[in-house]
């Protein structure tokens, strides 16, 4: 049974900061892995999507890296904005269907 | 290409009465998921629907159904609604190609039980 624990639970920090967030996760037999956002009250937004085969991918000042072997990925935010302030969820993909398991998310405040 | 679009956004019922959400996936996305999201329990998987079939099913009492229809619309369904049923409701829609399978969110559903 797949298991999902992201650390920390909550961060705050000053504009302009990188930023690490971390998920582990039990069962490494996955597909590939989805980091998602989510404002508050609203859906997930898909920020990256990583592939079993891959130990990197970038978006803009987004970098996520996966170590299947150990079960762990985290996603790296370069000079943080306000805009950035948000809930980031990863959930990584164990079978050919659509079923996610999802840990409790890392909740960031990036202040001005 | 439109996104996932769920229907209504908001939604406000009575103890015991039923309800019933509505999600629209993208288009080609045969698979459709959807999850209940509380402060408490944060994201759980309610059910996946494939080509009309219910594929995979989470830990959730009977009085949580979903179909889906030829046209990959889904719906879900809850019975006898208890106040702690109040939750977000997201649906997901998600395709597979390479091995690899992405999922999409709809903005979700949010669901006060009075």
């Known amino acids: 049974k797949q298991e999902v624990t992201q650390i920390p639970a909550a961060l705050s920090v000053p504009e302009g900061e990188n930023l690490v967030l971390n998920c582990s996760f039990t069962?490494?037999?996955?597909?590939?892995l989805q980091w998602f956002r989510q404002d508050p009250g609203k859906g997930l937004t898909s920020l990256l999507l990583?592939?079993?085969?891959?130990r990197e991918q970038t978006s803009g000042r987004l970098n996520a890296s996966l170590d299947k072997s150990s079960g762990r990925s985290t996603l790296y935010i370069a000079a943080s904005q306000p805009g950035d302030s948000a809930t980031y969820l990863c959930?990584?993909?164990?079978?050919?269907?659509?079923?996610?398991?999802f840990g409790q998310g890392t909740t960031l405040q990036v202040k001005p | 290409k439109a996104g996932v679009t769920q229907t209504p956004r908001y939604l406000i019922k009575t103890r015991g009465q039923q309800v019933t959400l509505s999600c629209s996936p993208i288009?080609?996305?045969?698979?459709v998921s959807w999850y209940q999201q509380t402060p408490g329990q944060g994201l759980q998987f309610l059910f996946e629907?494939?080509?009309?079939?219910?594929?995979n099913k989470g830990n959730f009492p009977g009085r949580f159904s979903g179909r889906q229809f030829s046209n990959s619309r889904s719906e879900m369904n809850v019975s006898t609604l208890e106040l702690g049923d109040s939750a977000l409701y997201l649906c997901?829609?998600?395709?597979?190609?390479?091995?690899?399978?992405?999922?999409?969110f709809g903005q979700g559903t949010r669901l006060t039980v009075v």
């Open positions: 288009s080609g996305h045969r698979s």
């Open positions: 629907y494939f080509s009309e079939t219910q594929r």
């Open positions: 069962d490494s037999a996955i597909y590939n």
């Open positions: 990583i592939q079993s085969s891959q």
């Open positions: 997901a829609s998600s395709y597979r190609t390479g091995g690899i399978t992405e999922a999409f």
């Open positions: 959930a990584p993909c164990s079978g050919n269907t659509g079923k996610l398991i």
